[in-house]
């Protein structure tokens, strides 16, 4: 596990994560919208499940690097940490752009799907999403320890994601579906990656400072 004085950057950088919206926001509001807050919680436990598939891939990468060299792991964590510099610059850069609104509008609800469905189309949103997989691959090895299991320290990181991204999708699910609608305006979108952005650049070269 990572040191504790880095555990603070892990959770802070998956908050903003699971804060910004995206593509796995979108399935979660319009299968609210279209079924309900069942189906809106099926599709967020998709969404998170995905998680530890891309927890999975990126330990196995994680492994064989390892297995090569300690000097490509190194290699890896500062790919990673330009990663994240590179992410928060190109959400500054969203920022700065006049940025179209998104909304969104539920409308009365037919009878819900079976929630089969839901399930399927949030592990798919989250699984075919590359910006999700680059993330996790660049960011988790960040905080592995060489010494230990690199594929159960990933699984514990993704627990800890998955727990944060559920709570937020099923709130988000609830005002949903008991406001009928959600809309978020342009001003909101820019003031969030531009937040987002500053947070990223932080922690990119917080951790480049502290690369072994």
């Not at 690097?65 to 969203?94: D, M, P, R």
């Not at 691959?137 to 559920?166: E, K, N, R, T, Y």
Request: hydrophobic share 55%; with cysteine.
């Amino acid at each position: 596990m990572p040191p504790f004085d880095l555990m603070w950057a892990y959770l802070l950088a998956i908050l903003v994560l699971t804060l910004t919206p995206g593509v796995d926001t979108l399935v979660v509001v319009r299968n609210t919208a279209r079924g309900g807050v069942h189906e809106g919680a099926f599709t967020s436990l998709g969404v998170c499940s995905g998680l530890f598939i891309h927890a999975t891939l990126s330990a196995v990468g994680i492994s064989l690097i390892l297995v090569q060299t300690a000097w490509a792991f190194t290699l890896l964590k500062w790919a990673g940490a330009a990663y994240l510099v590179w992410l928060g610059l190109s959400s500054l850069f969203q920022a700065a752009r006049r940025a179209p609104g998104l909304s969104i509008t539920a409308t009365g609800n037919s009878a819900p799907s079976r929630l089969g469905q839901p399930f399927r189309e949030g592990l798919l949103s989250n699984v075919l999403n590359p910006k999700t997989a680059l993330f996790y691959m660049a960011f988790l090895p960040q905080f592995i320890d060489p010494a230990g299991s690199a594929l159960g320290q990933s699984m514990v990181l993704a627990g800890m994601h998955f727990v944060m991204a559920m709570a937020w999708q099923c709130g988000l699910a609830l005002v949903v579906a008991r406001g009928r609608g959600f809309v978020m305006k342009p001003r909101l979108l820019r003031l969030m990656h531009g937040l987002t952005g500053g947070v990223f650049v932080a922690l990119g070269a917080r951790l480049a400072i502290t690369q072994p």
